[in-house]
């Protein structure tokens, strides 16, 4: 379940620090946003989930900002771990849940 | 619950040959999706199922590719005849109607077409 390789915008960061992911959606009138994380081998596993009513949404560890003015997406990892390595996808719908456009990713590697 | 199933894992054959690929969602699930990824192309849907019932298949990329889902534990999508250019990671994901935003993607089979 590799995920798209080869030009895949990096982030590297040191364990401990915060962690910044940026997406810039395609579809103004997407009312629902997600992100996945996707490790080496395995398919995409759900983090946190926006809707376009709201701006900010606080998981564990995980903040997602949506600017709509923008179309701009971003998740904030606190307290980045060796196992937040991974590559990071956000995800837009329109009217319901099922059909998902997903961004082409960004890698996360963090350093112990 | 084990969670989303798929078989195989890892599938090598030659092009023309008919290959199908098996997902078991979680049990409950109301929601059954295929997923195909690739370099150049990243994730792409390829077709829903609601209550066994394909929803919308739009994003099936030709004629050569089809799906069925005959009860509510079990789907296929099968590609005859195969081609190189279907060679890639395909996902199984099933969600729940009480929980609809989220998806449980499987371990994915990945495909190579030579």
């Known amino acids: 379940g590799e995920s798209v390789g080869l030009h895949l915008p990096t982030l590297s960061v040191q364990e401990g620090d915060n962690s910044i992911i940026n997406c810039a959606y395609s579809?103004?009138?997407?009312?629902?946003f997600i992100w996945y994380k996707q490790e080496s081998g395995k398919g995409p596993q759900f983090i946190i989930d926006i809707r376009s009513n709201m701006d900010k949404r606080q998981g564990q560890r995980v903040t997602v900002l949506l600017n709509k003015t923008v179309k701009h997406l971003s998740l904030q990892i606190a307290a980045t771990q060796p196992g937040d390595s991974a590559v990071y996808f956000c995800a837009e719908a329109m009217g319901g849940f099922q059909k998902l456009v997903f961004g082409t990713g960004t890698r996360l590697l963090v350093s112990p | 619950d084990a969670g989303v199933i798929q078989s195989p894992r890892h599938e090598v054959t030659e092009m023309g040959q008919e290959v199908t690929l098996r997902c078991k969602p979680i049990s409950g699930h109301d929601y059954l999706f295929w997923y195909r990824q690739t370099m150049m192309r990243g994730l792409e849907l390829l077709i829903y199922?609601?209550?066994?019932?394909?929803?919308?298949d739009s994003g099936m990329p030709e004629d050569r590719f089809s799906a069925k889902m005959p009860n509510a534990s079990f789907s296929t999508l099968k590609i005859q005849p195969s081609e190189p250019r279907d060679s890639a990671v395909y996902f199984c994901a099933s969600s729940s109607v009480w929980a609809q935003e989220t998806q449980y993607f499987g371990p994915g089979t990945r495909l190579l077409v030579l």
């Open positions: 579809n103004s009138a997407s009312d629902y």
């Open positions: 199922f609601n209550n066994n019932v394909p929803i919308d």
